[in-house]
T-cell receptor, first 111, second 113 residues
Framework: QKEVEQDPGPLSVPEGAIVSLNCTYS??????FMWYRQYSRKGPELLMY????GNKEDGRFTAQVDKSSKYISLFIRDSQPSDSATYLC???????????FGAGTRLFVKA | DGGITQSPKYLFRKEGQNVTLSCEQN?????MYWYRQDPGQGLRLIYY???????QKGDIAEGYSVSREKKESFPLTVTSAQKNPTAFYLC????????????FGSGTRLTVV
């Protein structure tokens, strides 16, 4: 079993829809939870991160962490065609150095 | 502008050849990393370095080598011992402590011909 599981999609939604992207994990020591966005043939860029449980909002993006269920989510409101990309979750523990990445979910937002 | 520069963007290798991928950063980050990305498998760590003249193997180091002679530079050599080198290679850097997350380069697509 992988430490981080992420549905690769693809996920196709109409413009303006609310998008939900999710990851599950098995290591209860993970404390930092990150979401990266990767456009085709580019490197990932950090969208946002949360520490431990709870929600964090940044514009149209909301990250949620449920440590009791070992489940994290990224919500995108009012999705735009420019949001079409691969979204990778990533996580690490407090003292550790290594970050574990999910496989990424490919998102298409249709105009 | 600060960032990470990877070159070349595309690279073709013949069977049995060694090739070197360049990674340079001007962010004054201490730590640098090399990842390999294959479809459906996410990013897998090849090597990382926290300080000049020191580096550690990641999860898939076999067939690869690195050096860290300068803080700004962390080149990756894909040797002939790497049996399946066709992939997208990503270099990243980060501060140690405090800031969370990596800054990535734009990647190098390596293809064996």
């Amino acid at each position: 079993q992988k430490e981080v599981e992420q549905d690769p999609g693809p996920l196709s939604v109409p413009e303006g829809a609310i998008v939900s992207l999710n990851c599950t994990y098995s290591n209860s020591a993970f404390q930092y939870f990150m979401w990266y966005r990767q456009y085709s043939r580019k490197g990932p860029e950090l969208l946002m991160y949360t520490y431990s449980s709870g929600n964090k909002e940044d514009g149209r993006f909301t990250a949620q962490v449920d440590k009791s269920s070992k489940y994290i989510s990224l919500f995108i409101r009012d999705s735009q065609p420019s949001d079409s990309a691969t979204y990778l979750c990533a996580m690490r523990d407090t003292g550790g150095f290594k970050t574990i990445f999910g496989a990424g979910t490919r998102l298409f937002v249709k105009a | 502008d600060g960032g990470i520069t990877q070159s070349p963007k595309y690279l073709f290798r013949k069977e049995g050849q060694n090739v070197t991928l360049s990674c340079e950063q001007n962010l004054n980050h201490d730590a640098m990393y090399w990842y390999r990305q294959d479809p459906g498998q996410g990013l897998r760590l090849i090597y990382y370095s926290q300080i000049v003249n020191d580096f550690q193997k990641g999860d898939i180091a076999e067939g690869y080598s690195v050096s860290r002679e300068k803080k700004e530079s962390f080149p990756l050599t894909v040797t002939s011992a790497q049996k399946n080198p066709t992939a997208f290679y990503l270099c990243a850097s980060s501060r140690i402590g405090g800031e969370v997350g990596y800054t990535f380069g734009s990647g190098t697509r390596l293809t064996v011909v």
